[in-house]
């Protein structure tokens, strides 16, 4: 058989049949996100720690937000580190897996006296950065001082508070754990962000 060869004009006028040149591609996680992002009505609430990370996941709707799922991811004091953090990163995989959010608000810094503390709370926060980074959703950051303020109307107010509050609010049947009610209300002051125009926006990560 005889090799076939055409001319640049007829590539040309090929590549116009077609539709033009391809577009490149793109990660599997970015395609995911971008599908999500267009509702950008998913959001998760995420209080990092080593032995207890907090998760809350809301949809907006009306006349109040809609609990989609919370809890906490529990590592047992006996586990070392390393394994506290592949946990850590599974059980949010497992989250982002199953509520596609599009928007993280992750509790903010604090400055721990006990250095070694401040490091394990750092590896906790950067193991579920990364885990949340990687799915592609946008990460917010709010001081929790911020959040009780925005939740309970005081910026020194009890977990107690904030939790009892936090289940008003979402009028769920039983009071959130601990962890759990401080991402629930993570997500819920950024609710409250996006609606105010009298409130700072949350810095972006």
């Known amino acids: 058989m ?3 060869s055409i001319s640049p004009q007829q590539f040309r006028q090929m590549q116009e049949r077609l539709g033009g040149s391809r577009c490149a591609p793109v990660p599997v996680f970015e395609r995911a996100a971008s599908a999500v992002r267009r509702s950008n009505q998913i959001i998760l609430g ?7 990370t907090g998760f ?4 907006l709707a009306k006349p109040f937000p809609q609990t989609l799922g919370h809890g906490t991811i529990s590592c047992p004091a006996s586990w070392e580190r ?19 959010p599009s928007v993280c608000v ?6 721990a006296q006990n250095l ?28 929790t001082r911020k959040v009780k303020q925005a939740i309970v109307g005081y910026g020194a107010a009890q977990k107690l508070a904030v939790a009892k509050m936090v289940q008003r609010m979402l009028h ?12 629930l209300a993570l997500a ?8 105010s125009c009298n409130l700072a926006a949350p810095r972006r990560l």
């Open 116 to 143: 070694q503390t401040a490091i394990i709370m750092g590896e906790a926060r950067g193991a579920a950065l990364a885990t949340v980074a990687e799915a592609g959703l946008e990460i917010y950051e709010l001081a």
């Open 188 to 195: 819920l002051t950024h609710v409250q962000l996006r609606t």
């Open 46 to 52: 995420l209080d990092p720690s080593l032995r207890g």
């Open 56 to 59: 809350g996941v809301i949809r």
């Open 2 to 4: 005889l090799p076939m």
């Open 82 to 100: 390393s394994r506290c953090l592949v946990r850590i990163v599974q059980g949010l995989r497992e989250v982002l897996e199953e509520h596609q």
């Open 106 to 111: 992750v509790e903010g810094l604090f400055y």
């Open 172 to 183: 769920l049947s039983e009071l959130p754990a601990p962890d759990a009610a401080d991402a």
